[in-house]
């Protein structure tokens, strides 16, 4: 079966500027999980959906950061007012969520550059 | 305040000798606890996993081991090949209260020589 997707693999925009990066979880997968990976660091969440709704946001560094995934499958992570420090690679995961201990899968990342 | 952290950032170890990565957490909370394997410009990819109730997990040639009075967990590979050369990520969640967020460490990059 197809592994988690994530479109565009690589997005380049100016300072100021709005983005929209796209999750496709695993197929039955109903937990999702957006984390942000920096140069040398370990991924570090953002925010965790449980069906349709945000399970758990308290990983979003600010308000231009907000996460939709409004039929519980494809999610999409939106930046407003893109700043230099936005640049990193934002990796998404799913996971079944069947018990306590779940294995999270993760996606390639879209690497966000911002100029 | 750094929960997950690998003290070591990388590592080089002889082909079909025994590579192994540390990771020490500070959260009595964890209960969970996943190694994960990262190249270059991909994803992580999900290696091995261990319960708080364990002690030891073994899948082929990876071993995780968790000592909880230490807070302190490894991977051992045995025996090390060029093909597990990689960044590794130590990754922690705490099950109680429904969101298992995962706090990562910064990673080791193991280098494996032929």
């Known amino acids: 079966g197809a592994g988690v997707s994530q479109t565009p693999s690589n997005k380049v925009t100016e300072k100021g500027k709005y983005v929209e990066l796209r999750c496709d979880p695993i197929?039955?997968?109903?937990?999702l999980y957006w984390y942000r990976q920096s140069l040398g660091q370990g991924p570090e969440f953002l925010i965790y959906?449980?069906?349709?709704?945000?399970?758990?946001d308290s990983g979003l560094p600010n308000d231009r950061f907000f996460a939709v995934r409004p039929e519980g499958s494809v999610s999409t992570l939106k930046i407003q007012r893109t700043e230099r420090g936005d640049s990193a690679v934002y990796l998404c995961?799913?996971?079944?969520?069947?018990?306590?201990?779940?294995?999270?899968?993760f996606g390639p990342g879209t690497r966000l550059l911002v100029l | 305040d750094q929960q997950v952290k690998q003290n070591s950032p990388s590592l080089s170890v002889q082909e079909g000798r025994i590579s192994i990565l540390n990771c020490d957490y500070t959260?009595?909370?964890?209960?969970?606890f996943l190694w994960y394997k990262k190249y270059p410009a991909e994803g992580p990819t999900f290696l091995i996993s261990i319960s708080s109730i364990k002690d030891k997990n073994e899948d082929g040639r990876f071993t995780v081991f968790l000592n909880k009075s230490a807070k302190h967990l490894s991977l051992h590979i045995v025996p090390s090949q060029p093909g597990d050369s990689a960044v590794y990520f130590c990754?922690?969640?705490?099950?109680?209260?429904?969101?298992?967020?995962?706090?990562f460490g910064t990673g080791t990059r193991l280098k494996v020589l032929a």
């Open positions: 990754a922690a969640s705490a099950g109680l209260g429904g969101t298992y967020k995962y706090i």
């Open positions: 995961a799913s996971s079944s969520n069947r018990g306590p201990s779940e294995t999270q899968y």
């Open positions: 959906f449980q069906g349709t709704g945000a399970a758990d």
């Open positions: 197929s039955g997968h109903t937990a």
């Open positions: 959260n009595s909370m964890f209960d969970y």
